[in-house]
């Protein structure tokens, strides 16, 4: 009996020292990659590509009652003309199905077959930003991941950016917790790099580390 306990624990102990050394290897793979996105973009400021304020008009906010992924689906549909709607999203699959960003883009182009919707992920920020204007300049509205207040709390939550003015340095939001939102770039990206978090759970920075989660996120349609 002795044997079989010391043996037993032996693995015990190695099972966590591997998932120890896992866990540091992808903690220190999304510190270089959390450094690499944050880039500077102050030329944006004096880039003449980027002097026109540009939006996607008639984008009405709703206050979530099912997810904030099905609350943006329905929200990109009742601009696109559609009559999906959060409940019959979850009527159809009797749960939520857009928990992961690549889960989110599937369902996109799954509900509007007529466009395509790419996920682009750990974009610099001069990249995110370009990829946002660039769409707004289309017209089209951009769902994307970020941090975002729910009371007191911040929660990994999507939303939509319906604008953006850089002379003016403001970037507008639909968000589906009921309200928009204006703020400057800046907010924006520490947001969108979820550094607004003060002291983020471990268990969500492990699911950054792990790839289930993704910072400075945006989904483009077209």
């Known amino acids: 009996m002795k044997k079989i306990l010391k043996r037993s624990l032996i693995v015990i102990l190695c099972l966590v020292s ?15 990659k959390e450094k690499a ?11 003449e590509r980027f002097m026109t304020p540009v939006s996607a008009d ?15 689906i329905e929200m990109f549909s009742s601009w696109s003309g559609g009559d999906i709607t959060e409940e019959s999203l979850y009527d159809e699959y009797g749960r939520v199905v857009t928990s ?9 182009n799954r509900r509007f077959p007529g466009r395509t919707t790419t996920m682009y992920s750990y974009l610099t920020n001069s990249e995110l930003i370009e990829r946002v204007y660039d769409s ?15 009371g007191d709390e911040w929660t990994l939550h999507y ?17 589906p917790y009921g309200y928009y939102e204006d703020l400057t770039i800046e907010e924006f990206l520490m947001r969108t790099r979820y550094e607004a978090y003060e002291d ?5 920075k492990l699911g950054f580390a792990f790839g289930i989660f993704e910072e400075n996120t945006v989904f483009i349609v077209e």
């Open 18 to 32: 591997a998932a120890v050394i896992a866990a540091s290897c992808a903690l220190f793979v999304l510190a270089q």
């Open 37 to 47: 996105i944050d880039n500077d973009y102050s030329y944006i400021y004096t880039d």
């Open 58 to 72: 008639g984008v009405e906010v709703i206050t979530q009652d099912v997810s904030c992924g099905y609350a943006v």
């Open 100 to 108: 992961t960003g690549s889960s989110f883009c599937d369902e996109m």
């Open 136 to 150: 707004l300049q289309r017209g089209v509205p951009v769902p994307f991941e970020w941090a975002a207040l729910y």
């Open 159 to 175: 939303s939509l950016v319906i604008g953006m003015d850089i002379p003016s340095d403001r970037v507008a939001v639909a968000n």
């Open 200 to 204: 983020m759970p471990l268990f969500l």
